[in-house]
Protein backbone atom coordinates (compact mmCIF):
# COMPACT_ATOMS: atom_id res chain seq x y z
CA UNK A 1 0.00 0.00 0.00
CA UNK A 2 3.08 2.50 0.89
CA UNK A 3 5.94 1.68 -0.29
CA UNK A 4 9.73 3.04 0.22
CA UNK A 5 12.29 2.51 -2.28
CA UNK A 6 15.91 3.83 -0.91
CA UNK A 7 14.11 6.95 -0.13
CA UNK A 8 16.65 10.16 0.53
CA UNK A 9 15.36 13.08 1.95
CA UNK A 10 17.69 15.93 2.61
CA UNK A 11 16.44 19.72 3.32
CA UNK A 12 19.24 21.94 3.23
CA UNK A 13 21.86 20.52 0.90
CA UNK A 14 25.18 20.63 3.50
CA UNK A 15 22.50 19.40 6.18
CA UNK A 16 22.18 15.73 7.32
CA UNK A 17 19.52 13.65 5.23
CA UNK A 18 16.00 13.57 7.42
CA UNK A 19 15.72 10.01 6.01
CA UNK A 20 18.26 8.34 4.44
CA UNK A 21 18.12 5.38 1.86
CA UNK A 22 14.92 4.22 3.72
CA UNK A 23 13.21 0.95 2.31
CA UNK A 24 9.95 -0.13 4.13
CA UNK A 25 7.02 -1.75 2.51
CA UNK A 26 3.61 -1.56 4.09
CA UNK A 27 0.93 -3.89 2.90
CA UNK A 28 -2.73 -3.16 2.74
CA UNK A 29 -4.54 -3.43 6.18
CA UNK A 30 -1.85 -2.86 8.06
CA UNK A 31 -1.14 -0.92 11.51
CA UNK A 32 2.55 0.53 11.62
CA UNK A 33 3.89 2.40 14.73
CA UNK A 34 6.33 4.90 13.89
CA UNK A 35 8.78 5.60 16.70
CA UNK A 36 11.75 7.54 17.17
CA UNK A 37 13.46 10.77 19.42
CA UNK A 38 11.71 14.05 18.06
CA UNK A 39 13.94 14.97 14.61
CA UNK A 40 13.95 11.71 13.35
CA UNK A 41 12.29 11.81 10.16
CA UNK A 42 8.89 10.39 10.99
CA UNK A 43 6.98 13.98 9.57
CA UNK A 44 9.40 14.00 6.71
CA UNK A 45 8.04 10.21 6.44
CA UNK A 46 4.45 11.68 6.20
CA UNK A 47 4.94 14.33 4.60
CA UNK A 48 6.46 12.15 1.44
CA UNK A 49 3.67 9.88 1.42
CA UNK A 50 1.48 12.94 0.92
CA UNK A 51 3.85 14.71 -1.62
CA UNK A 52 3.87 17.71 0.43
CA UNK A 53 7.64 16.91 0.25
CA UNK A 54 9.94 15.22 -2.81
CA UNK A 55 12.22 12.40 -1.92
CA UNK A 56 15.78 13.76 -2.74
CA UNK A 57 16.57 9.85 -3.74
CA UNK A 58 14.55 6.78 -4.27
CA UNK A 59 10.83 6.83 -5.07
CA UNK A 60 7.81 6.31 -2.92
CA UNK A 61 4.81 4.33 -4.07
CA UNK A 62 1.21 4.60 -3.02
CA UNK A 63 -0.98 2.24 -3.75
CA UNK A 64 1.19 1.03 -6.61
CA UNK A 65 1.81 5.03 -8.01
CA UNK A 66 4.69 6.49 -8.01
CA UNK A 67 4.12 10.02 -5.65
CA UNK A 68 6.59 11.97 -7.79
CA UNK A 69 4.97 11.02 -10.86
CA UNK A 70 1.62 12.34 -9.46
CA UNK A 71 0.64 15.53 -11.73
CA UNK A 72 -0.23 18.51 -9.13
CA UNK A 73 -3.69 18.79 -10.15
CA UNK A 74 -4.01 14.77 -9.44
CA UNK A 75 -2.49 15.42 -5.86
CA UNK A 76 -5.92 16.35 -3.89
CA UNK A 77 -6.76 12.91 -5.41
CA UNK A 78 -3.95 11.25 -3.77
CA UNK A 79 -4.74 12.93 -0.51
CA UNK A 80 -8.12 12.10 -0.77
CA UNK A 81 -7.38 8.19 -0.58
CA UNK A 82 -4.94 9.09 2.16
CA UNK A 83 -6.51 10.60 4.96
CA UNK A 84 -4.44 12.39 8.05
CA UNK A 85 -4.91 13.03 11.60
CA UNK A 86 -2.67 15.52 13.96
CA UNK A 87 -1.58 15.96 17.61
CA UNK A 88 -3.39 19.42 17.48
CA UNK A 89 -6.83 18.48 15.99
CA UNK A 90 -6.58 21.33 13.05
CA UNK A 91 -10.55 21.86 13.55
CA UNK A 92 -12.33 24.67 11.92
CA UNK A 93 -13.26 26.75 15.03
CA UNK A 94 -16.11 28.81 13.35
CA UNK A 95 -17.68 25.33 12.59
CA UNK A 96 -19.74 22.99 14.01
CA UNK A 97 -19.18 19.07 14.26
CA UNK A 98 -21.61 18.30 11.70
CA UNK A 99 -19.74 21.28 9.57
CA UNK A 100 -16.21 19.58 9.85
CA UNK A 101 -17.00 16.51 9.07
CA UNK A 102 -19.23 17.89 5.89
CA UNK A 103 -16.97 20.06 4.41
CA UNK A 104 -14.47 16.66 3.63
CA UNK A 105 -17.22 15.56 1.55
CA UNK A 106 -18.79 18.96 -0.21
CA UNK A 107 -15.23 19.29 -1.20
CA UNK A 108 -15.85 16.29 -3.22
CA UNK A 109 -19.05 17.49 -4.71
CA UNK A 110 -21.56 15.16 -2.73
CA UNK A 111 -24.69 16.22 -2.52
CA UNK A 112 -26.59 17.67 0.16
CA UNK A 113 -28.57 14.52 0.85
CA UNK A 114 -25.66 11.99 0.52
CA UNK A 115 -23.74 15.10 3.10
CA UNK A 116 -26.73 14.66 5.57
CA UNK A 117 -27.12 10.57 5.88
CA UNK A 118 -23.30 10.15 5.75
CA UNK A 119 -22.06 12.78 8.32
CA UNK A 120 -24.50 11.75 11.86
CA UNK A 121 -23.56 8.26 10.33
CA UNK A 122 -19.44 8.22 10.54
CA UNK A 123 -20.33 10.74 14.26
CA UNK A 124 -21.72 7.88 15.69
CA UNK A 125 -18.73 5.13 14.20
CA UNK A 126 -16.05 7.60 16.32
CA UNK A 127 -18.46 7.98 19.04
CA UNK A 128 -19.51 11.60 18.75
CA UNK A 129 -23.70 10.89 18.33
CA UNK A 130 -25.45 13.66 19.26
CA UNK A 131 -22.82 15.99 19.27
CA UNK A 132 -23.54 17.74 15.36
CA UNK A 133 -24.11 20.69 16.69
CA UNK A 134 -21.34 21.63 19.22
CA UNK A 135 -18.54 24.03 18.24
CA UNK A 136 -14.81 22.86 18.68
CA UNK A 137 -14.43 24.52 21.77
CA UNK A 138 -17.19 22.97 23.41
CA UNK A 139 -15.66 19.52 23.29
CA UNK A 140 -12.71 18.06 25.37
CA UNK A 141 -9.53 17.16 23.38
CA UNK A 142 -10.25 13.23 23.06
CA UNK A 143 -13.49 14.64 21.25
CA UNK A 144 -12.10 17.26 19.21
CA UNK A 145 -9.77 14.42 17.95
CA UNK A 146 -12.76 12.18 17.50
CA UNK A 147 -14.03 14.60 15.15
CA UNK A 148 -10.90 14.89 13.55
CA UNK A 149 -10.50 11.13 12.82
CA UNK A 150 -14.61 11.27 11.14
CA UNK A 151 -13.52 14.12 9.21
CA UNK A 152 -10.50 12.14 7.90
CA UNK A 153 -12.19 8.85 7.61
CA UNK A 154 -15.49 9.87 6.40
CA UNK A 155 -14.33 9.31 2.67
CA UNK A 156 -13.27 6.13 3.35
CA UNK A 157 -9.80 6.17 2.38
CA UNK A 158 -7.47 3.21 2.09
CA UNK A 159 -4.82 4.66 4.36
CA UNK A 160 -4.80 7.19 7.06
CA UNK A 161 -1.97 8.57 8.60
CA UNK A 162 -1.57 9.67 12.40
CA UNK A 163 1.04 11.55 13.41
CA UNK A 164 1.12 11.71 17.23
CA UNK A 165 -2.97 11.91 17.51
CA UNK A 166 -2.40 10.89 21.23
CA UNK A 167 0.11 13.70 21.92
CA UNK A 168 -2.08 16.25 23.36
CA UNK A 169 -4.49 13.23 25.02
CA UNK A 170 -4.33 12.34 28.71
CA UNK A 171 -3.70 8.36 29.14
CA UNK A 172 -6.86 7.12 28.95
CA UNK A 173 -8.37 9.37 26.72
CA UNK A 174 -5.71 7.97 24.78
CA UNK A 175 -6.24 4.79 24.59
CA UNK A 176 -9.85 4.97 23.79
CA UNK A 177 -8.59 6.93 20.24
CA UNK A 178 -6.29 3.90 20.10
CA UNK A 179 -9.17 1.67 20.32
CA UNK A 180 -11.08 3.97 17.35
CA UNK A 181 -7.89 3.82 15.14
CA UNK A 182 -7.64 -0.17 15.61
CA UNK A 183 -11.49 -0.62 14.88
CA UNK A 184 -11.24 1.26 11.63
CA UNK A 185 -7.88 -0.52 10.43
CA UNK A 186 -9.69 -3.75 11.12
CA UNK A 187 -12.21 -2.23 8.58
CA UNK A 188 -9.44 -2.17 5.90
CA UNK A 189 -7.86 0.92 6.35
CA UNK A 190 -3.92 0.62 6.61
CA UNK A 191 -2.64 2.74 9.14
CA UNK A 192 0.60 4.32 9.74
CA UNK A 193 0.99 6.36 13.00
CA UNK A 194 3.84 8.66 14.23
CA UNK A 195 3.82 8.28 18.07
CA UNK A 196 6.43 9.19 21.07
CA UNK A 197 3.65 7.23 23.63
CA UNK A 198 5.80 4.59 24.80
CA UNK A 199 2.67 3.14 26.88
CA UNK A 200 0.42 3.19 23.57
CA UNK A 201 2.76 0.95 21.77
CA UNK A 202 3.54 -1.09 24.48
CA UNK A 203 -0.26 -1.85 24.61
CA UNK A 204 -1.49 -2.11 21.26
CA UNK A 205 1.46 -5.10 20.16
CA UNK A 206 1.66 -3.29 16.42
CA UNK A 207 4.22 -3.76 13.83
CA UNK A 208 6.90 -1.31 15.06
CA UNK A 209 9.12 0.93 13.06
CA UNK A 210 11.83 2.84 14.46
CA UNK A 211 13.71 5.82 13.13
CA UNK A 212 17.04 7.12 14.44
CA UNK A 213 18.53 9.91 12.88
CA UNK A 214 16.59 9.15 9.38
CA UNK A 215 17.73 5.63 9.45
CA UNK A 216 15.59 2.24 10.13
CA UNK A 217 16.82 0.15 13.24
CA UNK A 218 14.28 -1.71 13.87
CA UNK A 219 10.92 -3.66 12.06
CA UNK A 220 9.31 -6.05 14.57
CA UNK A 221 5.70 -7.37 14.65
CA UNK A 222 4.05 -7.28 17.79
CA UNK A 223 6.58 -4.55 19.07
CA UNK A 224 7.01 -2.85 21.81
CA UNK A 225 8.40 0.91 21.43
CA UNK A 226 11.69 0.43 23.04
CA UNK A 227 13.89 -2.40 22.11
CA UNK A 228 14.03 -5.21 24.43
CA UNK A 229 17.57 -5.80 25.15
N1 LIG B 1 11.02 22.02 6.29
C1 LIG B 1 12.22 21.67 6.79
N2 LIG B 1 13.33 22.34 6.41
C2 LIG B 1 14.54 21.96 6.89
N3 LIG B 1 14.76 20.93 7.73
C3 LIG B 1 13.69 20.23 8.13
C4 LIG B 1 12.37 20.56 7.69
N4 LIG B 1 11.51 19.69 8.25
C5 LIG B 1 12.24 18.85 9.01
N5 LIG B 1 13.55 19.17 8.94
C6 LIG B 1 14.67 18.46 9.61
O1 LIG B 1 14.58 17.09 9.26
C7 LIG B 1 14.86 16.26 10.38
C8 LIG B 1 13.68 15.31 10.62
O2 LIG B 1 12.54 16.07 11.01
P1 LIG B 1 11.07 15.45 11.20
O3 LIG B 1 10.14 16.59 11.45
O4 LIG B 1 10.78 14.54 10.09
O5 LIG B 1 11.27 14.61 12.55
P2 LIG B 1 10.20 13.94 13.55
O6 LIG B 1 10.74 12.60 13.86
O7 LIG B 1 8.86 14.04 12.95
O8 LIG B 1 10.27 14.87 14.82
P3 LIG B 1 9.12 15.26 15.89
O9 LIG B 1 8.86 14.01 16.66
O10 LIG B 1 9.75 16.33 16.70
O11 LIG B 1 7.93 15.72 15.09
C9 LIG B 1 15.15 17.18 11.53
O12 LIG B 1 16.57 17.31 11.63
C10 LIG B 1 14.54 18.48 11.12
O13 LIG B 1 15.22 19.58 11.67
Known sequence: MISFKKVTKTYDRNARPALKDI??????????????????????????????????????????QDVDAIPNWKVPQLRRNVGTV??????????????????????????????KETVPEVLKTVGLEGKGKRMPHELSGGEQQRVAIARAFVNKPGILLADEPTGNLDPTTSLGI??????INRAGTTIVMATHDDEIVDEMRK???????????????????????
Open 178 to 183: MKLLDR
Open 86 to 115: FQDFRLLPNKTVFENVAFALQVIGKSRGAI
Open 23 to 64: SLEVERGEFVFLVGASGSGKSTFIRLVLKEERPTAGSVLVAG
Open 207 to 229: RVVELVDGEIVRDEASGVYGSVR
